[in-house]
């Protein structure tokens, strides 16, 4: 089984201060005229927008859920710079990549404990920059509105209320970056949106006297984007190799081509992708019919018996475990998933979405869109091969398809 190794590139943008040289400023263009909100509009709630003196002013209403002034362009990857001013009363944000809802919809939220809610069709959900109080310390962290809520909320200190902060926000492929007055804040890495509008929040407010919120000098400069690409072509096993016990094959997936594994408890098994990958974030889809499997990554050789050199295991188990993280032959377990969290995160009998993170010491794990793990200075490998599993333990029957990698589009 030769060795083809893919390197898929990553977009440097800043440098770790998060400073723009006045060549970046050069290539930053305005998406705010400003005299008026052409290019803009207004998407839920009742808050009013205006256009002051080259300022966007955002004013409360009474009774108004959270409002939102979209733009009606969408962007994928970017640097965005904009100042804002609000009343330390008043919450506020910007959303990046975000969308509405078609239909009512029912997501999974992560504060307090994982809970359903429903949200009408309409809604504007996202990812927000959030903009709080200087004391708060959650300014420039990710909320994802109307969805998973806190998803990083690193703790800082670099608001100042009542005064103008510069906000500078770097979007590449699954990395998130924000600095406040060119205080680094939060580093997140999530795939769940690649691409969508921006939009000026002002939040919900209750008290007699209305609030404000302005923004100015409003600039962004376009990157590109980052795309999802196939890794089987939905026909055939072109691509991968069989090693050790189990059969698979080709199968339906409710109308996509599926790669399914089977077998009766005897030796293990892997279907072994041909390229070795380097940093990389990849996301499939599984469903476990019966049995236990998982999805390996950075592996070396299974034949050779050496600490580490099986990389790392995503858990595959409709009982226990979902999204739980494994380095076979050396560490162990790094992180079981609580058995209340298994139960609220995996759908049993049904389609499971996985995302996998590996950008150098840096690894994170997502399924249905929860994160279940992060290690950002990780020492196991840091290179090899995406494999499926088949546990000789168990009789197995699995199916993945929708195996993608996500890499930079052709501009």
Request: proline letters at 4%; one cysteine or more.
């Amino acid at each position: 089984m030769p060795l083809q190794r893919l390197a898929v590139p990553f977009i440097v943008l800043v440098s770790a201060a998060g400073a723009s040289g006045s060549a970046e400023a050069d290539r930053l263009r305005s998406i705010f005229d400003g005299r008026t909100l052409n290019g803009w509009e207004q998407c839920n709630g009742t808050a009013k927008y205006a256009v002051e003196k080259g300022v966007i002013v955002g004013t409360t209403a009474d009774g108004s859920p959270n409002s939102f002034l979209c733009t009606k362009k969408q962007y994928g990857d970017f640097i965005l710079e904009f100042e804002e001013k609000h009343d330390p009363e008043l919450n506020s944000g910007v959303q990046i990549r975000s969308h509405r809802y078609e239909r009512e919809t029912e997501v999974l939220t992560e504060n307090r404990g994982l809970t359903k809610r429903k949200h009408e069709a309409g809604r504007v959900y996202g990812y927000q920059v959030e903009i709080a109080t200087a004391a708060s310390g959650v300014s420039g962290g990710i909320y994802d509105e109307a969805r998973r809520g806190w998803i990083d909320n690193t703790r800082n200190t670099g608001l100042r209320d009542n005064e103008w902060n510069k906000f500078r926000v770097v979007a590449s492929g699954d990395s998130i970056k924000t600095w406040i007055n060119g205080t680094p804040v939060a580093d997140l890495v999530d795939s769940l949106d690649l691409a969508g509008f921006i939009a000026l929040q002002v939040h919900q407010y209750k008290g007699e006297k209305p609030r404000q919120v302005r923004w100015r000098n409003i600039r962004l400069q376009d990157l590109g984007r980052h795309e999802w690409k196939p890794l089987t072509d939905g026909k055939t096993l072109a691509g991968w190799s069989k090693w050790g016990g189990g059969e698979w094959s080709v199968a339906d997936g409710d109308g996509k081509g599926a790669l399914r594994g089977i077998n009766k408890p005897a030796e293990r098994g892997f279907l072994i992708a041909d390229r070795e990958l380097d940093d990389f974030t990849v996301r499939l889809n599984y469903r476990v019919v019966k049995g236990n499997s998982g999805v390996f990554f950075r592996m070396g050789d299974p034949a050779v018996r050496e600490p580490g050199n099986m990389g790392f295991e995503v858990e595959v188990d409709p009982a226990r475990d979902a999204g739980g993280i494994q380095e076979p032959g050396k560490r162990g377990w790094l992180k079981h998933t609580d058995p209340r969290d298994h139960e609220s995160i995996y759908k049993p009998d049904d389609w499971n979405g996985m995302t996998i993170h590996a950008n150098g010491h840096r690894i994170a794990v997502h399924v249905n869109g929860v994160k279940t793990w992060e290690q950002k200075d990780d020492p196991g490998r840091l290179k090899g091969r995406l494999a499926l599993q088949i546990n000789p333990r168990d009789e197995l029957e699995v199916y993945y398809r929708d195996i993608e990698i996500l890499a930079p589009a052709k501009r």
